[in-house]
Protein backbone atom coordinates (compact mmCIF):
# COMPACT_ATOMS: atom_id res chain seq x y z
CA UNK A 1 0.00 0.00 0.00
CA UNK A 2 1.34 3.56 -1.19
CA UNK A 3 2.05 6.15 1.61
CA UNK A 4 1.57 9.76 0.85
CA UNK A 5 5.25 10.67 0.73
CA UNK A 6 6.12 8.60 -2.46
CA UNK A 7 6.13 9.42 -5.32
CA UNK A 8 4.26 7.12 -8.33
CA UNK A 9 7.55 4.86 -8.77
CA UNK A 10 7.32 4.68 -4.80
CA UNK A 11 10.32 6.65 -3.99
CA UNK A 12 10.86 9.22 -1.59
CA UNK A 13 9.56 12.89 -2.71
CA UNK A 14 11.12 15.59 -0.84
CA UNK A 15 7.95 17.83 -2.06
CA UNK A 16 4.93 15.62 -0.96
CA UNK A 17 6.62 14.97 2.62
CA UNK A 18 7.40 18.27 3.30
CA UNK A 19 3.68 19.36 1.95
CA UNK A 20 2.62 15.92 4.04
CA UNK A 21 3.83 17.28 7.05
CA UNK A 22 2.97 21.08 6.74
CA UNK A 23 -1.00 20.09 5.94
CA UNK A 24 -1.24 19.25 9.92
CA UNK A 25 0.23 22.43 11.28
CA UNK A 26 -2.66 24.53 11.66
CA UNK A 27 -4.98 21.91 12.97
CA UNK A 28 -1.85 21.12 15.61
CA UNK A 29 -1.30 25.20 16.24
CA UNK A 30 -5.45 25.56 16.47
CA UNK A 31 -5.17 22.42 18.93
CA UNK A 32 -1.97 24.00 20.70
CA UNK A 33 -3.15 27.55 21.22
CA UNK A 34 -6.77 25.75 22.59
CA UNK A 35 -4.98 24.22 25.42
CA UNK A 36 -2.94 27.14 26.07
CA UNK A 37 -5.80 29.73 25.86
CA UNK A 38 -4.17 31.14 23.23
CA UNK A 39 -7.76 31.56 21.34
CA UNK A 40 -9.58 33.88 23.93
CA UNK A 41 -12.89 33.96 26.12
CA UNK A 42 -14.60 32.06 23.41
CA UNK A 43 -11.87 29.41 22.61
CA UNK A 44 -14.30 26.70 21.41
CA UNK A 45 -15.65 29.15 19.09
CA UNK A 46 -12.64 30.38 17.75
CA UNK A 47 -10.84 27.01 16.75
CA UNK A 48 -14.13 26.20 15.11
CA UNK A 49 -13.53 29.32 12.87
CA UNK A 50 -10.05 28.81 12.43
CA UNK A 51 -10.39 25.30 10.99
CA UNK A 52 -13.17 25.96 8.82
CA UNK A 53 -10.58 29.40 7.13
CA UNK A 54 -7.97 26.52 7.10
CA UNK A 55 -10.81 24.33 4.86
CA UNK A 56 -11.14 27.52 2.33
CA UNK A 57 -7.02 27.75 2.23
CA UNK A 58 -6.32 24.73 1.31
CA UNK A 59 -9.16 24.31 -1.39
CA UNK A 60 -7.78 27.44 -2.57
CA UNK A 61 -4.39 26.28 -2.50
CA UNK A 62 -5.48 23.20 -4.41
CA UNK A 63 -7.05 25.28 -7.01
CA UNK A 64 -4.01 27.77 -7.19
CA UNK A 65 -1.99 24.37 -8.03
CA UNK A 66 -2.93 24.20 -11.86
CA UNK A 67 -2.00 28.00 -12.48
CA UNK A 68 0.92 28.11 -10.65
CA UNK A 69 2.33 24.73 -11.67
CA UNK A 70 2.48 26.39 -15.62
CA UNK A 71 3.38 29.88 -14.34
CA UNK A 72 6.08 28.91 -12.40
CA UNK A 73 6.76 25.79 -15.33
CA UNK A 74 7.20 23.52 -12.02
CA UNK A 75 4.76 20.36 -13.24
CA UNK A 76 5.96 18.24 -9.92
CA UNK A 77 3.45 20.24 -8.29
CA UNK A 78 0.57 18.15 -9.61
CA UNK A 79 1.68 15.33 -7.02
CA UNK A 80 0.40 17.42 -3.96
CA UNK A 81 -2.89 18.64 -5.97
CA UNK A 82 -4.59 15.20 -4.94
CA UNK A 83 -2.70 15.76 -1.08
CA UNK A 84 -4.39 19.26 -0.43
CA UNK A 85 -7.52 18.33 -1.82
CA UNK A 86 -7.92 15.47 0.50
CA UNK A 87 -6.76 17.51 3.35
CA UNK A 88 -9.28 20.25 2.75
CA UNK A 89 -11.98 17.73 3.01
CA UNK A 90 -10.62 16.51 6.37
CA UNK A 91 -10.11 20.10 7.79
CA UNK A 92 -14.52 20.81 7.18
CA UNK A 93 -15.22 17.21 8.39
CA UNK A 94 -13.31 18.43 11.73
CA UNK A 95 -14.63 22.19 11.29
CA UNK A 96 -18.29 20.06 11.01
CA UNK A 97 -17.57 18.26 14.42
CA UNK A 98 -16.39 20.96 16.52
CA UNK A 99 -19.61 23.01 15.62
CA UNK A 100 -21.49 19.65 16.45
CA UNK A 101 -19.58 19.53 19.53
CA UNK A 102 -20.49 23.07 20.33
CA UNK A 103 -23.93 22.06 20.02
CA UNK A 104 -23.72 18.91 22.50
CA UNK A 105 -23.99 16.86 20.00
CA UNK A 106 -27.71 17.58 19.78
CA UNK A 107 -28.01 16.49 15.57
CA UNK A 108 -31.72 17.58 16.10
CA UNK A 109 -30.47 21.15 16.61
CA UNK A 110 -28.03 20.84 14.30
CA UNK A 111 -30.14 19.83 11.70
CA UNK A 112 -32.51 22.50 11.73
CA UNK A 113 -29.60 25.39 12.10
CA UNK A 114 -28.26 24.09 9.12
CA UNK A 115 -32.11 24.09 7.67
CA UNK A 116 -32.87 27.68 9.15
CA UNK A 117 -29.64 29.68 8.88
CA UNK A 118 -28.79 29.68 5.13
CA UNK A 119 -25.03 30.33 5.22
CA UNK A 120 -25.27 27.01 7.41
CA UNK A 121 -26.79 25.76 4.58
CA UNK A 122 -24.73 26.91 1.65
CA UNK A 123 -21.43 25.22 4.14
CA UNK A 124 -23.45 21.65 4.54
CA UNK A 125 -23.70 22.00 0.38
CA UNK A 126 -19.83 22.95 0.17
CA UNK A 127 -18.66 19.94 2.68
CA UNK A 128 -21.01 17.34 0.49
CA UNK A 129 -19.47 18.45 -2.47
CA UNK A 130 -15.65 17.79 -1.04
CA UNK A 131 -16.97 14.24 -0.01
CA UNK A 132 -17.72 13.67 -3.43
CA UNK A 133 -14.97 14.84 -4.54
CA UNK A 134 -12.68 13.00 -2.18
CA UNK A 135 -14.37 9.85 -2.58
CA UNK A 136 -13.38 10.01 -6.03
CA UNK A 137 -9.76 11.38 -5.81
CA UNK A 138 -8.14 7.78 -5.86
CA UNK A 139 -6.49 6.24 -9.26
CA UNK A 140 -8.96 3.52 -8.81
CA UNK A 141 -12.14 6.22 -9.49
CA UNK A 142 -10.16 7.83 -12.14
CA UNK A 143 -10.24 4.60 -13.99
CA UNK A 144 -13.71 3.44 -13.44
CA UNK A 145 -15.40 6.78 -13.98
CA UNK A 146 -12.95 7.17 -17.19
CA UNK A 147 -10.60 10.47 -16.96
CA UNK A 148 -12.85 13.24 -19.31
CA UNK A 149 -16.09 12.38 -17.03
CA UNK A 150 -13.55 12.45 -13.89
CA UNK A 151 -12.78 15.84 -14.87
CA UNK A 152 -16.05 17.10 -15.40
CA UNK A 153 -16.86 16.23 -11.99
CA UNK A 154 -14.05 17.39 -10.59
CA UNK A 155 -14.72 21.40 -12.13
CA UNK A 156 -17.18 21.22 -9.31
CA UNK A 157 -14.52 22.23 -7.21
CA UNK A 158 -14.75 25.80 -8.54
CA UNK A 159 -18.45 25.58 -7.22
CA UNK A 160 -17.87 24.67 -4.01
CA UNK A 161 -14.76 27.22 -3.49
CA UNK A 162 -17.56 30.08 -4.47
CA UNK A 163 -19.95 28.89 -2.08
CA UNK A 164 -17.29 28.58 0.32
CA UNK A 165 -16.42 32.31 -0.14
CA UNK A 166 -20.30 33.30 0.49
CA UNK A 167 -20.34 30.75 3.79
CA UNK A 168 -17.41 32.50 4.86
CA UNK A 169 -18.47 35.85 3.99
CA UNK A 170 -22.04 35.68 5.54
CA UNK A 171 -20.58 34.90 9.35
CA UNK A 172 -17.74 37.04 9.33
CA UNK A 173 -21.02 39.97 9.47
CA UNK A 174 -18.74 43.49 10.32
CA UNK A 175 -15.64 41.71 9.71
CA UNK A 176 -15.09 41.19 6.05
CA UNK A 177 -11.71 41.76 5.29
CA UNK A 178 -10.63 38.51 5.09
CA UNK A 179 -13.34 37.04 2.91
CA UNK A 180 -13.17 39.90 0.78
CA UNK A 181 -9.24 38.83 0.13
CA UNK A 182 -10.57 35.39 -0.95
CA UNK A 183 -13.25 36.81 -3.17
CA UNK A 184 -10.79 38.63 -4.82
CA UNK A 185 -8.29 35.92 -4.95
CA UNK A 186 -11.49 33.35 -6.28
CA UNK A 187 -11.98 35.84 -8.67
CA UNK A 188 -8.16 35.69 -9.89
CA UNK A 189 -8.52 31.24 -10.13
CA UNK A 190 -11.52 31.60 -12.00
CA UNK A 191 -10.27 33.95 -14.30
CA UNK A 192 -6.95 32.29 -14.81
CA UNK A 193 -8.92 29.48 -16.18
CA UNK A 194 -11.47 31.42 -18.10
CA UNK A 195 -8.51 33.41 -19.95
CA UNK A 196 -6.06 30.04 -20.59
CA UNK A 197 -9.28 28.67 -22.43
CA UNK A 198 -10.36 31.65 -24.54
CA UNK A 199 -6.74 33.12 -25.16
CA UNK A 200 -4.37 31.08 -23.89
CA UNK A 201 -1.99 29.39 -26.18
CA UNK A 202 -2.47 25.46 -26.06
CA UNK A 203 -3.90 26.50 -22.19
CA UNK A 204 -1.25 28.55 -21.28
CA UNK A 205 -1.80 32.04 -20.67
CA UNK A 206 1.30 34.70 -21.10
CA UNK A 207 3.17 36.29 -18.42
CA UNK A 208 1.48 40.05 -19.79
CA UNK A 209 -2.54 37.97 -19.36
CA UNK A 210 -0.96 36.86 -15.71
CA UNK A 211 -0.05 40.37 -14.25
CA UNK A 212 -3.26 42.18 -16.38
CA UNK A 213 -5.35 39.44 -14.58
CA UNK A 214 -4.03 40.51 -11.02
CA UNK A 215 -5.16 44.36 -12.30
CA UNK A 216 -8.13 42.86 -13.16
CA UNK A 217 -9.05 40.84 -9.76
CA UNK A 218 -8.04 43.57 -8.26
CA UNK A 219 -10.60 45.87 -9.44
CA UNK A 220 -12.72 43.51 -8.82
CA UNK A 221 -11.81 43.36 -5.37
CA UNK A 222 -12.84 46.82 -4.55
CA UNK A 223 -15.88 47.77 -6.54
CA UNK A 224 -17.33 44.56 -4.65
CA UNK A 225 -16.57 45.43 -1.56
CA UNK A 226 -17.63 48.91 -2.51
CA UNK A 227 -20.59 47.50 -3.61
CA UNK A 228 -21.29 45.71 -0.27
CA UNK A 229 -21.15 48.59 2.06
CA UNK A 230 -23.60 50.84 -0.22
CA UNK A 231 -25.90 47.91 -0.41
CA UNK A 232 -25.51 46.99 3.25
CA UNK A 233 -24.72 49.94 5.44
CA UNK A 234 -25.40 52.47 2.45
CA UNK A 235 -22.12 53.96 2.75
CA UNK A 236 -20.70 56.08 -0.26
CA UNK A 237 -19.21 53.46 -2.88
CA UNK A 238 -16.49 56.53 -3.83
CA UNK A 239 -15.37 56.32 0.00
CA UNK A 240 -14.78 53.07 0.33
CA UNK A 241 -13.31 52.97 -3.75
CA UNK A 242 -10.50 55.73 -2.04
CA UNK A 243 -9.75 53.80 0.69
CA UNK A 244 -7.96 51.74 -1.48
CA UNK A 245 -5.66 54.05 -2.33
CA UNK A 246 -4.57 55.40 0.77
CA UNK A 247 -3.48 53.78 4.55
CA UNK A 248 -5.42 55.66 6.53
CA UNK A 249 -7.89 52.83 7.11
CA UNK A 250 -5.04 50.20 6.84
CA UNK A 251 -4.45 48.35 3.81
CA UNK A 252 -7.58 47.28 2.06
CA UNK A 253 -8.06 43.62 0.85
CA UNK A 254 -7.64 45.08 -3.43
CA UNK A 255 -3.99 46.40 -3.01
CA UNK A 256 -3.63 42.66 -1.16
CA UNK A 257 -4.89 40.76 -3.76
CA UNK A 258 -2.71 43.03 -6.48
CA UNK A 259 -0.11 42.57 -4.88
CA UNK A 260 -0.08 38.57 -4.49
CA UNK A 261 -1.38 38.18 -7.99
CA UNK A 262 1.93 40.54 -9.32
CA UNK A 263 3.99 38.25 -6.95
CA UNK A 264 2.94 35.36 -8.82
CA UNK A 265 3.77 37.09 -12.36
CA UNK A 266 7.12 38.14 -11.21
CA UNK A 267 7.95 34.87 -10.02
CA UNK A 268 6.97 33.71 -13.50
CA UNK A 269 8.76 36.20 -14.93
CA UNK A 270 11.93 35.08 -12.77
CA UNK A 271 11.73 31.92 -13.54
CA UNK A 272 11.82 32.29 -17.55
CA UNK A 273 15.00 33.93 -17.02
CA UNK A 274 16.39 31.12 -15.06
CA UNK A 275 18.07 28.38 -16.76
CA UNK A 276 15.29 25.53 -16.98
CA UNK A 277 15.74 22.58 -14.75
CA UNK A 278 16.85 19.33 -15.56
CA UNK A 279 14.51 17.04 -16.98
CA UNK A 280 13.41 13.86 -15.26
CA UNK A 281 11.27 10.94 -15.82
CA UNK A 282 7.64 11.85 -14.73
CA UNK A 283 7.01 11.13 -11.51
CA UNK A 284 10.01 11.95 -9.79
CA UNK A 285 10.05 14.88 -7.35
Not at 32 to 51: D, K, S, T
Not at 164 to 176: C, G, N, P
Not at 214 to 243: H, K, Q, S
Not at 259 to 285: D, E, H, N, S, T
Request: aromatic share 12%; hydrophobic share 60%.
Amino acid sequence: MGVPWRDFSGRLSPLKLAVFVALFGPALWTLMAFQLGWLGPRAFNEAIHRIGLWTIRFLFIALAITPLRQILQWPRLLLVRRMVGVTAFAYACTHLTLYTADQMFDLIKVASEIVLRIYLTIGIIAVLGLAALAATSTDAMIKRLGARRWQALHRIGYVIAGLAVVHYWMQSKLEIWEPTIMAGIYAWLMGFRLLARFVGVRGRLSLRWVAGLAVIAAALTAFGEAAYFRLAYGVDPMRVLDANLSLATGIRPAPIVLALGLAVAAAGAIRAWLPLMPKRRPGFA
